[in-house]
């Protein structure tokens, strides 16, 4: 059985039911690192440590891009490897529970309630509503910030590429929007006025026709540092000697410091940086 974003998403209308617990897959010390050939891996990504990989570890990082992605106002990196892998592992998953229920498995007659088989579903729908709301909040994004995306493809001095930003499916959906989007606004409005007034994406002007993220918004970070073992020369130490970053207030000119486990209040703009590395996270 194959399982991809695809059947998550047309599964929306099922009810799901929380389970209170993280052991929602077969082993518990499984680290395997399923490739993934469609996609470029954060460089997030790129620094976590094979070792380190594990089904629970994932899960947590899903719940953190989940309230990331919810939270800042932008649309962040799509986690190419970690999807890749929760993906996989939901596949093995429903595969074993078919099993189970068909009675292909010895351990299927050695006990006849359906109470643990109840729980594993349960765990996957639960691991399946989050993908599921968190590829929901991502193509909000898209629809909302369409024409700041196709800006963002076009410009030379880019330091993100859409496939880093995006994910395949979401880069096909995201290119189908626009070009339905820009069609509309020809046929209803554009093709009607002046020709000096037809640009959509006009920002000479006072008001920029491009809706962008809100770079300003206050949000409330939480500082958690680098990965352990990987070195880190952002962190300082304060004058308490505890670990800490610097930024810069744009609006004030001020350098602050951000001490490490701390919880802030600050303009996403000053802290996209840390969130991007790893080193905060959104709460």
């Given amino acids: 059985m194959d399982l991809n974003i695809d059947d998550i998403l047309a599964d929306l209308d099922r009810d799901t039911t929380a389970v209170d617990s993280s052991l929602y897959l077969s082993s518990e010390h499984d680290t395997t690192r399923f490739s993934e050939a469609?996609?470029?891996?954060?460089?997030?990504?790129?620094?976590?440590?094979?070792?380190?990989?594990?089904?629970?570890?994932?899960?947590?990082?899903?719940?953190?891009h989940w309230r990331n992605e919810r939270m800042a106002p932008e649309l962040l990196p799509y986690p190419h490897l970690l999807i890749g892998r929760l993906l996989q592992r939901l596949t093995n998953?429903?595969?074993?529970?078919?099993?189970?229920?068909?009675?292909?498995?010895?351990?299927?007659?050695?006990?006849?309630?359906?109470?643990?088989?109840?729980?594993?579903?349960?765990e996957l729908e639960r691991l399946k509503f989050v993908i599921r709301s968190y590829i929901r909040c991502r193509l909000h994004k898209i629809d909302k910030y369409s024409l700041y995306l196709r800006q963002l493809d076009q410009a030379n001095d880019r330091t993100l590429s859409l496939t880093e930003l995006l994910s395949p499916q979401e880069m096909v959906y995201h290119d189908k929007h626009s070009k339905i989007l820009l069609k509309l606004f020809?046929?209803?409005?554009?093709?009607?006025?002046?020709?000096?007034?037809?640009?959509?994406?006009?920002?000479d002007g006072s008001i920029?026709?491009?809706?962008?993220?809100?770079?300003?918004?206050?949000?409330?970070?939480?500082?958690?540092?680098?990965?352990?073992?990987?070195?880190?020369?952002e962190q300082v130490l304060n004058d308490d000697g505890k670990p800490c970053y610097s930024v810069t207030i744009p609006d004030l000119n001020e350098e602050v410091e951000l001490a490490v486990?701390?919880?802030?209040?600050?303009?996403?703009?000053?802290?996209?940086?840390?969130l991007r590395d790893g080193k905060a996270i959104l709460v």
């Fill in 38 to 64: 469609n996609g470029t891996p954060s460089n997030h990504e790129k620094h976590i440590a094979v070792n380190n990989i594990t089904p629970e570890s994932d899960y947590q990082m899903l719940i953190t």
């Fill in 93 to 122: 998953q429903i595969e074993h529970i078919e099993n189970l229920s068909m009675g292909f498995l010895e351990e299927a007659a050695e006990n006849d309630a359906k109470i643990p088989m109840l729980c594993m579903e349960a």
């Fill in 186 to 203: 020809n046929n209803s409005v554009l093709r009607h006025m002046p020709p000096e007034m037809q640009a959509i994406d006009d920002t």
């Fill in 261 to 274: 486990g701390g919880i802030y209040v600050m303009r996403y703009n000053v802290i996209s940086g840390l």
């Fill in 208 to 233: 920029n026709m491009i809706d962008q993220p809100d770079w300003s918004k206050f949000v409330f970070v939480l500082i958690k540092g680098a990965e352990p073992g990987e070195e880190d020369s």
